[in-house]
């Protein structure tokens, strides 16, 4: 979508602000990113453990804390089957897959930023 950055309308200007602080609080803190990449990578549901294993340093009560948050937000959705013992699935929902172009757009930002400034980061 192709905005007009020089709109001459404040309350426009102040929207486009109070739009862009709701999204960053939903994604913001370094597991959420983490999670929602991983999905994106996992191109289909990932179970619990299959998550655990891929999030390097995050502990299994950060992680379903984490879960919960980005389920309510609607950016994941979780499918229990009735088996014993019960298998989970975590996945994008149609919500969290339209946040690849974002996600896209602040990596390259990210390593714009690091070649710019000279920073070494991994």
């Given at each position: 979508m192709e905005r007009d950055w ?65 389920e309510q937000d609607g950016i ?7 088996e014993v013992p019960p298998r ?35």
């Amino acid at each position: 979508m192709e905005r007009d950055w020089r709109c001459d309308i404040p309350e426009q200007r102040l929207v486009w602000a109070q739009a862009t602080t709701e999204a960053l609080k939903i994604i913001e803190g370094k597991w959420k990113t983490i999670i929602i990449c991983q999905l994106f990578a996992a191109k289909g549901p990932l179970r619990f453990s299959g998550l655990e294993r891929r999030i390097e340093g995050i502990n299994q009560k950060m992680l379903i804390q984490q879960l919960k948050q980005l389920e309510q937000d609607g950016i994941v959705t979780r499918t229990v089957y009735p088996e014993v013992p019960p298998r989970v699935e975590y996945a994008l929902t149609e919500l969290g897959e339209a946040l690849g172009p974002s996600m896209a757009a602040l990596i390259d930002w990210a390593l714009l930023r690091r070649e710019t400034l000279g920073l070494d980061h991994a």
